[in-house]
């Protein structure tokens, strides 16, 4: 079966960075969206970043021009390069792929942007 394992989350002051990493496990034929949500605590999940089967790319107004994602399809991985961390991006981070057509989420990984 297929899983999500994600990586790189931790504590980081503001202004640092960390990169997240989220492979899939099993067998995968296709791969059509890899993306990045988020949730902070008493609030909705939401969409950061995603990636096209086309190599498109959309982000979110509040991290644009800070988050990177990309994708590795050889190892079924996908990145999220987060730079000038904000306290306000403080949030358990999620990955989530398309493979063929089913929906497939990560364990979440927390970040936490200190002050």
């Known amino acids: 079966q297929v899983q999500l394992v994600e990586s790189g989350g931790g504590l980081v002051q503001a202004g640092g960075s960390l990169r997240l990493s989220c492979a899939a496990s099993?067998?995968?034929?296709?791969?059509?969206?890899m993306a990045w949500y988020r949730q902070a605590p008493g609030k909705q999940r939401e969409l950061v970043a995603r990636?096209?089967?086309?190599?498109?790319?959309n982000y979110a107004d509040s991290v644009k021009g800070r988050f990177a994602i990309s994708r590795d399809t050889a190892k079924s991985t996908v990145y999220l390069q987060m730079n000038s961390l904000k306290p306000e991006d403080t949030a358990v981070y999620y990955c989530?792929?398309?493979?063929?057509?089913?929906?497939?989420w990560g364990q979440g990984t927390q970040v936490t942007v200190s002050s």
């Open positions: 099993g067998s995968i034929f296709m791969l059509s969206l």
């Open positions: 990636i096209t089967g086309g190599g498109s790319t």
């Open positions: 989530n792929f398309m493979i063929g057509s089913v929906a497939y």
